[in-house]
């Protein structure tokens, strides 16, 4: 193992924390581990992290200096909020002039409520800053806070969005006298100061509790003796360095289905597709779209914020989901999983143990009712009938699969079923997937509508534990291709292995110049190097939302070069030919013409035709793909028209974009474009004007060599 670089990823779940070893070259997974999340330990689930990592290296023989990356999912912040666990806070509303009055009613909130009737208490004081910040005033507001016990701050001033000095002066002040501190400009650049004092005293709120946690593991990290900087998964699906951590803890709330994401992103190079992962309980569904996930603003205990997470839904069917019966008829299935009742599924039983077994009707500490339908041994012990049985008797988990079951036992099983309802076993065994299909097929649906993903190239990928038995049954009723990821058990722990350093940034301008955009542009690299990117790896997206005058930069890259950007075999030109014809299996492909390459991408004009709602009607597309060295789409574009552009010819380029300027009663509307310079694909989709769409092409075209092409992808909206 000696010389070999390792990555390591850990996923801290509710009930089992697992850790990964990956090699970095090649992706291979050298090492596995799975202890019980340490819930009830002295440090919390630290506990856990900690010993998982010691027994990983242990394992896999590794030296501390072969670590090149490590990062864990976290439960810790989205825990405290479900359970309360939460200081009180301090909030130091600041102002001058006129708008005094509306500063105090924006940032003096009172308490904020989370789930179950819990609440972050706060107490509010006011200085006035029309001459600068009295520091005196603010010493003797920590000192007021302090004999109400109160040790976290929030400093919110309207405006420090454009001007952050006060909020700065305040916070450091404040640092002095002993108190943890967070101020709004630190979270968010968007106007809207009642929000961001809302989303400050939420990131506050759990700063103690973080804090803690980030020591303790960062200094886990310290006695292995590993170089590599710990990193904590955000919410958006990135990571970030583990002194971010201490001050925006905040963006790790829902880090644990992010990391799953990542994993799909990473690990099976998703270009657009639906992501599953199927857990026990519940499934989380998000969106891939152009090999970027899908995010929004997150919602914490009911309230808005100005948190960037990924958009997922989540639905209550999982593997473990129970089946409900009333008068030998299936009623639900879901959202009730089997550990809530304290039952081991039926299909992983010994089948010897389920000879002669009956059928009952079971209940859950969670519910009155008691129509969970269950088996029952001669010994009297009991078992529940799942989803994950059912799947294993409809025929779709495979061999070696994480959810395959005992054959013999799901035999048994489903012989009982058939004897108590007396109807054949095929019959229950699909009424049960209906029913459980029909509750994850909508959010799916939702999700191809919302963000306008072709389903002539859409694939549903399958993750956790219960993919095979959920995922396969929901591309069948939409007529999609399916694939359960490779390893799809510890998907989410590769994806913390395999994750990006990811930043943002966002700002309120109206009407924003060049010089608006390209600092704001340069924000988000520094964020993202700050948080631990590589500079050479940095890639930077422009979105700008005219309706609400906000203009967001999204940067991602990577914290070692060194690592690989997919893994598998560089194929040769006829095989990558052959990966896009197979891409488009769902159409009849009449053409295939290769239109543009660099040393690592590929493009293709491909022609195809689907069939109508009529057998003889046939709809004819032409869809813009590039793919990778591995074989991996990147980009599709449909109905789009594509250029390969001289690098000197800066005119050409300004021609096509004009010509793909919609014109109608709302004005003017900017066009879809995509640059492939080189190795990267720049996404200018987002921008609102030519000024602003000739500023970022022309930092592209900055990277091409003298007498190079580029390839030009423009699609009028």
Known sequence: MMGRKIRIGIDVGGTFTDAIALDNETYEIVGIKKVHTTHHAEEGVTRGVIDILNMLLEEIHCSSE?????AHGTTQATNALLEGDVAEIGILGMGSGIGVAKVKADTDI???KLEDDKEIKTSYK??????GVPEAEVIQAVEDFKKEHINVLVVSEAFSVDNPENEE?????????GMMVTATHELSKLYGLRARTKTAVINASILPKMMQTADLTGQAVKDAQIKAPLMIMRSDGGVMQIDEVKKRPILTVLSGPAAGVAGALMYEKISDGIFLEVGGTSTDISAIRNGKVVTKYSKIGGHNTYVTSLDIHTIGIGGGSMIRFNQKKIIDVGPRSSHIAGLAYACFADSKELEGAKVISVTTPKDKTCDFLALETKEGKRYAVTLTCTANYLGKVGDGDYARANPESVRIIFEILEREFGRPAQSIASEIMVIAVAKVVPAVEEFVKEYNLSKNYLILTGGGGGASSVVPYVAEQMKLKYKVAQN???IATIGAALAMVRDSVERTIVNPTQDDIMKIRNEAEQAAIRSGASPESVEITIDIDTAKNIVRAT??????????????EVLDDEQIKDKVIQAFSNQEVSAVNDIYHSPTLHAFDVVSSKKGFLPFMKKKMRTTCVIDMSGVIRLNVDDSDNYVIRESDRASFVKRVEEHMKFDESGKTSPIIHLVVNGKIADLSGLDSEEQIMALADLEFKRLTPGSDYLAIIKKR
């Not at 305040?170 to 002095?176: D, G, I, L, P, T």
């Not at 940067?555 to 598998?568: E, P, Q, R």
């Open 66 to 70: 072969d670590v090149v990356f490590i």
């Open 110 to 112: 009172g308490g904020v």
């Open 488 to 490: 799809a058990s510890v």
């Open 169 to 177: 002066k305040a916070a450091e002040a404040a640092a002095k006298e």
């Open 555 to 568: 940067a991602v890259g990577t914290t070692d070069l060194s690592a690989k950007t997919s893994h598998g």
């Open 126 to 131: 006011f200085i006035n800053t029309g001459n």
